[in-house]
């Protein structure tokens, strides 16, 4: 992955947009002082790729600056795997507007939406995750050891997502996927094929057989079964025959009645009773409903003329509303007058006060522009009076801040003559004990050659070949003493000791300089710049004030100043007392007229809507006194004489209404009564005379019909239908006719009945006949016989079509498990030997002692041959000998391992076609010294030399000096701003740093 542009806004201190173009550049720095926002370009770099924040690794909501519109915009160009891709992400401090994550590939059309998906895209063409990225292409403040302090297994996780061996168990995760998946169609293909015969072509040449042998006896015994099923078929005939005609006999026979003539005597009897009484009825109720009819003729003749029984009600109600509404108009008249007057006294007031009202304005407006120019100049006077407060509060703050900074100084000067005394005694120290150390060190080595023989015979015994000139050694032999020796090896050790004390005590002089040196310049510095504000806070001061005398107090000094403030704000007040007076009373005349003019009016909208209700309240009187019926009207118009003649003409109507009323209520008992009777009688005839006469017919009727259905059987004249019209008299002959028919039936269906049992005999000889030339006991048997043989017949047939339909399904399955078998196999077998204790552990396990080959020649070349790796990651000493944990390494050469790594397995990727392209080192250059800095950089020029893009970010300023591309961010009120410098610039910018050392 290589950067090409990167684009932000919203992105911690940057609030504007930002552009940063990568093209053609390949060893940069950017450089800024700190918290300008250097660090946060990797912020953006990281949150593009992966959407997260590299302290957290959680959303880039924490990355979103203050003050903006609430929302982070990021937008990366690189390049991965030979194409030009553009991620975009957005997220905002609220929902809204919604996150947005896109990849775009710039070189084709392909497009991914969606925060996982785009991050699973970038993954793949990156070829490193969230965590392995930050441990090998960027490598923020606080991040950058981290893949030389990482645990085993953790580095052994980044290399080999770096290396591309995470494509590897990709490769093995769809092995395993494609075998799980094909196994069990496999297994599925083979149990299909096990119940399946094994040659179809033998099972159908078997079935063909059985079915030729089934078929010929289902012939024999079918033409057997045809000749019995025609005899049982004519006894079956003959027997239902004889069946229906005894049945039909019986039920004829059930049905017939002895007393049928009888009943129908009864009820001619009686119906000729009852026919009497309700003639009788019938008159007397024709003389009632006449009475009837004359009364509500009367009443309804009344209606119509409107002196009924509604209409004179309604004419008494008429009566009292009006005599109540002409009482409440003649008022309502008074109090209309009364409210006319006094809206016309009240308009003319009005009118009076309105002339007056200009003048009012012009006062209010000319007081209330003396008391605003009375406030600006009171304003003024104030501004002025905190302004000198502020001067002189300012001038003497510098002058004690001064003060204080000049006092500390000879007490900083004598702490740094001290720390440079200590310095030289220390360094005098480590001379002698050098001295010392190199005293007895050749003392010892001249010991050591002086007893080279006794030493070479120390370890020798009686019979021993003699050292020096091979003969064996007496039998007395003792090994020689070397006198001296061990207390030349104590003195050396004892010296060694006291070098290292020394310079160690050297060092922590050096530091403890370095530090008073630097307290030192800082105090100068700031005596100067305070200084310097001083004097700008004294002339600001004499500028506004003249010649001030800072022995003085505040108050004395500011004294006049304070009194234009006094006389400025009583005149404010009494302006101010005059404008409000005239605005006041503009106020009250102005409400008034408001006020005023549009309640006159709608008191006057009011009483014109009142007279105008009053004349349609007449209007409405005059009409309900002409709806009241014309002879209760005496007057054309409506007066209370009237009303009262109306209301007495009315009630003698009432009552003659009433009486009619109470006749008619009479007449309608009585008649209500005869109807009664009338109906009971009704009832009565149709209950004990209609519904038995109409059941006696229903039973003649059942017994024709059925009498026809047997006559027809036995082809023998129906009896005849019932007479019309219908009578009682006429139904009772219809019976007897029909009972006499019937029983002449009766007689022909059992006559028929036992000719039919003679040809039931007949066929049942025939079927004993055919089975016994058969040789069959029964029909049981013969029947049992034909489906044995039918069952034969299709089951050799369903045998023959299922092996012929199974014979390419056969041909299909052994093909297809003839295929899938070995691929399932194979699959099974990649899995396995893609395991991680297999060939990938392999891969690592080479790649990563290939890693530390380069990373330790890098290493000693930028620690003069100081330090390398060991197989375990831990650092070889090269002045012990020995291995280190790199936790005991100091800052500077925990960075130096730190980069060395990196370095390294950038070489490593790019042997291998690798994807990492870029390295962004942030911080980390100011623990080194300028011999050890310059290493670290030709380090990083080889790299870029190789066209990868390398960035290294520092507040250090004079690191600008190794670099032909700059980037300089800088913060400004309105949000950090990042732009590439030019090389008049870059060096102007190092000039600056350096000349800005020296002053210091």
Known sequence: MRPVTLKFAGLRSYRGEQEIDFTDVNLMAIVGDTGAGKSSILEGLCFALYGVCTWNGNSGKDLITDGGDGTLRVELVFRARGKTWRVTRTTSAGSSPPAKNRLEGLSDSSDVVGFQAVNDAVQQLVGL????????????????????????????????????????????????????????????????????????????????????????????????????????????NAAQLAGKYRTAAKRLADELPVDLADQYASLIELDTELAGEIAVAERKLEETEGE???????????????????????????????????????????????????????????????????????????????????????????????????????????????????????????????????????????????????????DLDTLQRKNSAAHAAGESHPGDPCPICVRPLPDDFAPPTTAGTEQAKTERTQAEQETEAVGAELVEAQNSRTVAQVRLEEAIKLADELCEKRDSACSAAFEALGAVDFALDDETILQEVAEQVR???????????????????????????????????????????????????????????????????????????????????????????????????????????????????????????????????????TIATRSAAAAELIEMPAPWGRPAPPSILGDAQWARDVLTAATKIVKGCRSAAAAQDSQVLAAQSRV?????????????????????????????????????????????????????????????????????????????????????????????????????????????????????????????????ASLALALGLVELTSRGGGRVEALFLDEGFGSLDSTVLGDALDALARQ?????????????????????????????????????????????????????????
């Not at 007056?356 to 007081?367: N, Q």
């Not at 913060?971 to 020296?998: F, I, K, N």
């Open 129 to 236: 995750g969230h965590k392995a990225f930050l441990r090998a292409v960027v490598l923020p403040q606080g991040k950058f050891q981290e893949l030389l302090q990482a645990k085993a297994t953790e580095r052994t996780t980044i290399l080999k997502s770096v290396l591309g061996l995470d494509e590897l168990a990709e490769v093995r995760r769809q092995a395993a996927a494609e075998f799980h998946r094909l196994a069990p169609q496999l297994l599925e293909l083979e149990r299909r094929r096990a119940p399946l015969p094994a040659d179809p072509a033998v099972a159908i040449a078997d079935a063909d057989e059985r079915l030729s042998a089934a078929a010929a006896q289902v012939e024999q015994l079918s033409d057997l079964t045809s000749v019995i099923i025609l005899a049982r078929k004519d006894a079956d």
């Open 768 to 896: 004993a006949e055919a089975l016994a030339t058969a040789g069959l006991p029964d029909e049981a048997t013969l029947e049992e016989r034909l489906t044995n043989a039918r069952t034969d017949a299709r089951e050799a047939k369903r045998d023959r079509e299922t092996a012929i339909g199974q014979q390419p399904l056969c041909a299909e399955l052994d093909s297809r498990i003839a295929a899938a078998k070995p691929a399932v196999e194979s699959l099974h077998e990649l899995d396995g030997l893609l395991a991680d204790g297999k060939f990938p552990a392999m891969v690592v396990k080479r790649r990563q002692r290939a890693l530390l080959e380069h990373a330790s020649r890098l290493l000693r070349s930028m620690t003069r041959d100081r330090f390398a790796f060991s197989a375990d990651f831990r650092i070889v000493d090269g002045h012990t000998g020995q291995p280190r944990d790199v936790r005991t390494l100091s800052g500077g050469e925990t960075f130096l």
């Open 567 to 701: 006389r400025a704000a009583e005149a404010r007040e009494t302006i101010a007392a005059n404008a409000k007076a005239a605005q006041d009373a503009m106020n009250d005349n102005d409400a008034y007229l408001r006020h005023t003019d549009p309640a006159l009016t709608q008191r006057e909208k009011a009483l014109e809507k009142n007279l105008s209700a009053l004349d349609r309240r007449k209007e409405k009187i005059a009409t309900l006194y002409s709806a009241v019926p014309e002879p209760y009207r005496s007057e054309p118009e409506p007066t209370d004489a009237a009303i009262d003649l109306g209301v007495e003409k009315a009630k003698q109507r009432k009552e003659e209404l009433r009486r009619t009323t109470n006749r008619l209520a009479t007449v309608q008992k009585q008649a209500k009564l005869l109807r009664e009777k009338k109906k009971g009688l009704a009832k009565k005839r149709d209950s004990e005379v209609g519904q038995p006469a109409t059941q006696l017919n229903l039973l003649v009727q």
């Open 292 to 442: 009837e009819t004359r009364l509500k003729t009367f009443l309804a003749e009344g209606d119509l003329a409107g002196t009924g029984v509604s209409g004179v009600a309604s004419a008494l109600t008429g009566f009292e509303a009006l005599r109540g509404q002409l009482a409440e108009v003649s008022g309502q008249e008074t109090e209309l007058a009364e409210e006319k007057a006094a809206l016309d006294s009240a308009r003319a007031e009005l009118s009076e006060r309105r002339i007056g009202h200009a003048d009012l304005v012009t006062k209010a407006e000319t007081t209330a522009a003396e008391a605003r120019l009375a406030e600006t100049a009171h304003s003024d006077a104030e501004t002025k009076l905190s302004q000198c407060r502020d001067l002189l509060a300012v001038a003497r703050q510098a002058m004690a801040s001064f003060s204080n900074a000049t006092a500390a100084l000879p007490q900083l000067r004598q702490a740094l003559r001290e720390r440079t005394s200590d310095v030289a005694d220390a360094d005098q120290a480590v001379k002698d004990a050098k001295t010392r150390l190199d005293r007895a060190t050749k």
């Open 944 to 1000: 870029a030399d190789d066209g990868r893009l390398v960035a290294v970010i520092s507040h250090m300023r004079d690191v600008a000096e190794n670099f032909d591309d700059v980037l300089l961010v800088t913060r400004t009120p309105g949000g950090s701003q990042a732009r590439w410098l030019d090389p008049a610039e870059r060096d102007q910018l190092v000039t600056d740093e350096l000349a800005a050392g020296l002053l210091s």
